[in-house]
């Protein structure tokens, strides 16, 4: 069953619901953080929800009560929960692909019956996962060899986009509690820097190559996975590629001409998105280096997170109240990007993951009824503190425009040295704690009149050490970072992004922005290109550099 495309979508700055969320904007705007705080001690209390171990607090949002009832009648008003449930029930709302939009099916519970379009889907899934899992013991409990007798030391991932950077995510995540198991590398860049680096580093004889690749047409993927085969064929001959390569892919056809066996290739599906794919065989590098167990508790916690997103009621609702949330600083506020700040080493690469996940699913110009978009959906950003307090937070300060943070802060340490976990809370505490309370010119005049300053050189020095404050942020915290949290706390944002779009009526699922781009690479490589009519002046003049 697809949903109609035609079916008007009013913008959401035009509806009655989001109108009185104005009007009371207006009449509360000028209520500052910390008066808020000042006349309700106890709103750190009621601006908070947790679900599957994970705490969101958002009372560092400029909200009250009223703002929160305002905003979860929006929710009702976009019809969150009729679209939830096509969402959960495999109707095809990737409308432009007529597709259904299925990842929630890659990380149920085995025997849950899970549809995409009216077909059961659950099966397949689980035949998957456990012929992944199948396949990894073998490489971890060296049982697998390579062409000539010896065991898998390093997997490497060729893939790019979602079938990179999902796995590289959770790699990083979780290879610290993992214990032994191949060492995993990811190439993605078509710059040969990065393939020639790790082809550097590893022996062809004890090297497994994981191809990722949903079509398995992407260019910078196939000129890597071609380039990785060459070097293998050189050093051990042909044969050996049966033992070297495996692939992760929809398109089997396109993986038996690339040379690799069917019983080498893990399948997946249309209905699931590239950025939404590391629940599947796209995990696959993943579960080689965390191995099958720790990669199934990644699963039951993603699980869980949907269960509450189907189940709780919205103003408990993480993803539902981080999309509100969201909305409101950007639609209400003017917040033009969003900031994350995973405050664990072992994130680095989260926000990486998700600015595929929110721009390519959010970052459109249409509705989904092909009319304009009323407000361009915010940039999403950031990069582990502490480091990021080192470089952007300046900004984030003291700069003129507000871009709220999501601190994202797992309390306890999986490493042996407490002290310095204490100073990574205190410092993502401090943190948001700056950004709300500010300091005004008169606690600057004070400081510096103690420090023994006055004069001109005074006056001339307070506007630079004010900070504006008042700046929102949600805290959210893990018990630990371990698989099944890191679960949970990728599907929230996955579920975020959903809300996301449904509040401003967009189709997430479809990314044909990435497609312009891709088609001028083609032409810019044909022998002719210099004689294209479609190519402009400047474009034109560079094609010398192509050789
Ligand atoms: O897995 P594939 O088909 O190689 O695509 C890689 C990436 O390219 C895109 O299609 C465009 O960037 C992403 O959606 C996808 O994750």
């Known amino acids: 069953m697809s949903i109609s495309a035609g079916a008007a979508v009013i913008p959401l700055e035009r509806t009655d619901a989001w109108s009185a969320v104005l009007s009371h904007a207006r009449a509360t705007g000028s209520d500052s ?36 009832e305002l905003l979860l009648a929006v929710a009702e008003a976009r019809d969150l929960k009729t679209w939830r449930t096509r969402l959960m029930a495999g109707e095809a709302i990737n409308h432009t692909e007529g597709r259904a939009v299925m990842h929630v099916a890659l990380r149920a519970p085995r025997g849950l019956p899970m549809f995409a379009d009216g077909k059961r889907i659950d099966g397949d899934v689980h035949d998957v996962l456990d012929r992944m899992a199948a396949f990894s013991e073998r490489v971890r409990d060296w049982s ?23 796995p590289r995510m959770v790699c990083e995540a979780l290879t610290a509690i993992a214990g032994k198991g191949p060492r995993a590398h990811f190439v993605a860049n078509v710059d040969g820097a990065q393939l020639a680096a790790v082809l550097e580093s590893v022996d062809p004889a004890r090297t497994l190559f994981v ?19 060459r070097w293998l064929v050189d050093a051990l001959g042909a044969p050996a590629v049966a033992k070297h390569f495996v692939a992760v892919s929809t398109n089997l056809d396109a993986v038996t001409a690339f040379g690799i066996e069917p019983t080498n290739a893990f399948g997946f599906w249309d209905w699931v998105g590239g950025r ?23 699963l039951a916690g993603a699980h869980a997170m949907d269960r509450h997103f189907v189940e709780a009621p919205f103003a408990q609702n993480l993803p539902v109240l981080l999309g509100l949330l969201a909305v409101w600083n950007q639609s209400a506020l003017g917040c033009s990007t969003q900031v994350i700040a995973p405050y664990a080493q072992r994130l680095v690469f989260f926000a990486d993951w998700l600015q595929q996940l929110e721009m390519e699913s959010n970052g459109k110009y249409v509705m989904r009824d092909g009319t304009p978009v009323t407000r361009s959906t915010p940039a999403l950003w950031g990069d582990v503190g502490t480091n990021s307090q080192h470089a952007f937070f300046q900004m984030l300060h003291q700069g003129p425009e507000v871009h709220p943070v999501d601190f994202i802060l797992p309390v306890k340490a999986d490493h042996a040295l407490p002290e310095q976990q204490r100073l990574l809370i205190a410092n993502a505490l401090a943190q948001a704690a700056a950004l709300m309370r500010g300091k005004t010119a008169d606690e600057v005049r004070a400081e510096l009149v103690a420090k023994g300053m006055k004069g001109e050189a005074l006056e001339q020095a307070i506007p630079h050490r004010v900070f504006p404050g008042n700046r929102p942020s949600n805290l959210i915290l893990l018990p630990r970072l371990d698989a ?40 810019l490589l044909q022998p002719d290109a210099k004689h294209d009519p479609g190519l402009d002046g400047s474009t034109r003049s560079h094609l010398g550099l192509l050789g």
């Open 144 to 166: 697998w060899r390579g062409a000539r007798g010896d065991t898998i030391t390093d997997v490497v991932n060729i893939g790019i986009g979602g079938s990179d950077l999902g």
């Open 484 to 523: 099944f949290h890191l679960g949970a706390l990728m599907a929230m944002y996955e579920q975020r992004t959903f809300v996301l779009s449904v509040l401003w009526g967009i189709n997430a699922y479809d990314q044909w922005g990435v497609e312009l781009g891709k088609q001028l690479a083609t032409r």
């Open 211 to 229: 191809v990722t690749s949903k079509t398995f047409t992407t260019q910078e993927t196939m000129a890597n996975a071609n380039a990785a085969r």
């Open 276 to 298: 939404y794919s590391v629940w599947s065989a796209v995990g696959l590098s993943a579960m080689l280096r965390v191995g099958p167990a720790m990669f199934r508790e990644l």
């Open 33 to 68: 953080l910390n008066a808020l705080f000042a006349a309700d001690e106890t709103r750190a209390q009621s601006l908070c929800a947790t679900a599957c171990g994970l705490t969101l607090d958002f009372s560092k949002q400029r909200i009250d009560a009223r703002t929160l």
